[in-house]
């Protein structure tokens, strides 16, 4: 195909009304036929229908809530909450556009789920060290007000 054919990522934006991060993305997953000149992503001047290497063939968008919602099953009652108001914020735009294959876009979830979990986690693990130094601390005083106690009821008697 001579250079002509090609299009660089913003041009092919433009034409075709596809954002550069779905672009890239499709890049990244080598869902699109592209090449690099000169440090430059081209894309043949196609479609993107045109373009597409993998078509999601078994796993519906019925499949994905069906998955979503085992996870969701297997979540503590914090996580949910936490799941459930970062729910809103996702779109169908944010899985990508239509011509994105599901598969593509089940993983992107899927890791986004993952990194909230875990990060979610991780603040749980600190709130739980710190309300374990809290209770020893708390410990310590109890002992201390039970022996002053047991002091000045000795000293009264």
Do not use: C
Request: charged share 30%.
């Amino acid at each position: 195909m001579s250079l002509s054919e090609w299009l660089p990522l913003t041009d092919y934006s433009n034409k075709y009304k596809v954002s550069i991060s779905t672009l890239r993305r499709r890049i990244k997953a080598d869902d699109i036929s592209y090449r690099l000149d000169d440090g430059k992503y081209l894309i043949i001047d196609e479609p993107m229908s045109a373009h597409q290497k993998h078509r999601p063939s078994q796993i519906s968008e019925m499949d994905l809530v069906g998955a979503h919602r085992l996870e969701m099953e297997s979540m503590g009652p914090i996580q949910k909450v936490s799941q459930l108001e970062g729910a809103h914020q996702i779109s169908r735009n944010d899985l990508g556009q239509k011509n994105e294959p599901i598969l593509t876009a089940a993983n992107k979830l899927l890791k986004e789920l993952k990194t909230a979990y875990t990060q979610i986690l991780h603040e749980k693990e600190e709130q739980i060290l710190k309300l374990r130094s809290e209770i020893a601390d708390l410990k310590t005083l109890v002992k201390l007000l039970e022996q002053q106690n047991s002091k000045h009821q000795s000293d009264n008697f």
